[in-house]
């Protein structure tokens, strides 16, 4: 039962009225209001989870309805655990995850503390820096494809005009060493604004007071910027990487539709893995092993970081 | 203005802004290249090195909603002269007009979706958000935190279950299917956003409009609706932006009808390879409506970006 100052008044009229007052009881309308949306979470989202534990256990294949499954227990994960494909996979993911994450949170801090001085127009700068974050990762990412052509692809003509080398000396998304720095860019590219945002909003909220106090007691400016706006803004920081952390390791639209894996399978990164086990191989009961592993990992990783997370803000 | 000394010099000013400048300028690279290539001819999109100035053609436009047959040089002499611009461009490459290609009906789907989800996910969201807000809920913070928890998982770990769901109750395919399915994405971020509007309309009002005799019902749709109008609308635009972009469930669980623009774009085919003005003006049209919409609403965008977990 609620305390509200309604319902004690409508706790002290006669039953009918109140039932009058208040339509249906606030339990029967919590209810109402939350069960569709769980209802479905459970359908969309928990019952697919718990159908692909069960499938993690068979040697299903979704191509082939009508053969007879078996249980066989954990062999899968005992599989992708010995399977070198996924081992590379995973390290492509983590060569992805580290240098976009690295190359944000630099500029994406650096621009926002550029911002944070206020100059005339910052808005109108930092909305138009924003635009690439709020686009379609797959057409953006298919049009850097054509960027990226050798000879007459505007990202080799541009590097070429400042460095001097022949344009259609190097293949951005063509050869192994560079293909996964061509995602790096992109990705980097994309959702910088999205760190830079975020750190925007934790430099705007250290009040001015704090700095002037510094001022009075003469720290100078280099010592203010490690002792107060660092220490203020890592908080906030640390949630920008956790967004894109859990983000780019789910990361499949952009770098299918610019390396598709490619060349080899030098950016086959985990999800992309994932679709061709699942889609391409059909090899249904492996592939949801995987995805557990994969789903399991994310929810692993992120709880510990935010208990990190907790103790950073308690400070 | 006051002196302040926490207010930056003015050099430190000129030199923070023509940073950041630059990097604007670098950023818009790429976009301002997609708009330039929709208007050239497939082979100024080609040439090398690649031209910044040049004719503008709506070739782009024209082969992306059409499709187009080669003719004979005979058959074409013999042809009616062209009846409208887009005629003329066609005939100047000696081909004809077949027929419209699928471009405007994968538009049409996204914009069904995207609306179709966005409305149902803003309608789900604000009564649990409201519910969560008002209401007393046993467990309610593990309950939000299952609501979020469900946005971790990748796509295509849930993918493959709801492909056999989906296949299984025919709604593969189709566009309630992916109405459902964005739903079901999207309602975690609307959830959480909403309650954080709805949290900072003060109680007082309702609890005076129902000492004035309004049911609960009343309260919520003619005092607590109003008063959240705008925070529903920045909502709605995160929603409608997420169901636009979406790629990994569109590829995975369309193939024709329902199909969205995002798988559809990349796979436009030229005559021999790639036809890039076509593919720009496809993506120019597809991306500019989220472009405008991020510059109308910039001042709530910070909100939606981060999940609600930064308040202004």
Redesign the interface.
Known sequence: M?D???DK??NKTPKRVARK????S??A??????G???F??L???????L??IN?SFTDFK?NRINREVKYIGIRNYERILGDSDIWLSMQATAHFLFWTLFFQVL?GFA?AW??N???????M????????????????G???T??YQP????FN?IVAFFTGAD?SSFEMLGSVDLAPWAIVIVDT?MWT??VM??C???LRSIP?YI??AA?VDRASKLRQFFTITIPMVLP?LM?AVL?RG?EN??M??LV??LTGGGPGSVTEM??IN??RE??EKWR?GY??AF??I??VT??GL?SIYVKALNKVKER | MSY?????SAR???I??T???L??VI?????L??MM?SFKTPPDS?????KVFYEPSLEGYVNLFTTRTRVSPEKLASLPPPENFAEEIVRNRDMVIAGPSKFGGRFLNSVIIGFGSTFLSIF??T??A???SR???PLADD?LF??L?????????????????YRKLGLSDTHLGMI??Y??VN??LA?WLLKGFIDEIP?EY??AA??D?Y???QAFYKVVLPQAATGIASTAIFCL?FA??E??FA??LTSGTAQT???F??TIIGVGG?D?PA??A??TL??LP??I???ML?KH??RG???G??RK
Request: aromatic content about 16%; overall charge positive; proline content about 7%.
């Open positions: 609620s509200t100052t309604a008044l409508a007052i208040r339509g249906l606030d339990r309308i919590a209810w109402l209001f939350v569709p949306t769980i479905l979470l359908a969309i989202n928990i019952f697919p989870l159908w692909t499938l979704a500029l621009l550029l911002i001085r206020k100059f005339r127009g910052n808005d700068w930092t909305t138009i820096i924003v635009l690439p974050m709020m686009l379609s990762p797959a057409v953006v298919n049009f850097w054509f960027l000879q007459i692809g505007l003509y344009p590219w604004p999205f945002l975020i925007l909003a934790g001015d700095y002037e001022e906030f949630l967004f859990i390791f789910k499949f639209d299918v539709q985990a999800s994932l679709k699942a889609f249904t592939s949801s995805a557990i994969l789903f994310v929810f992120a | 302040s000394i926490t207010e930056p430190q000013k000129w923070a802004g940073l950041v400048i990097y604007a950023t818009m690279i790429p976009l290249w997609i290539t080609i040439s090398y090195p690649p789900l969201g009564l649990a409201y519910a969560f209401f007393k809920i309950l299952f609501i928890s469900t946005r971790m998982m990748p796509p295509i770990a849930v993918a493959i279950p709801i492909f056999l769901m459902l399915l739903t079901a309602i975690s959830v109680r309702e609890e129902l000492i005799g049911t609960r019902f932006i636009w972009n790629y990994a590829v995975l623009a995002p798988p774009i990349p790639l890039w593919i720009a496809g993506a597809f991306l989220v472009m919409f991020t510059v910039r965008l910070l970006i981060t999940f977990a930064v």
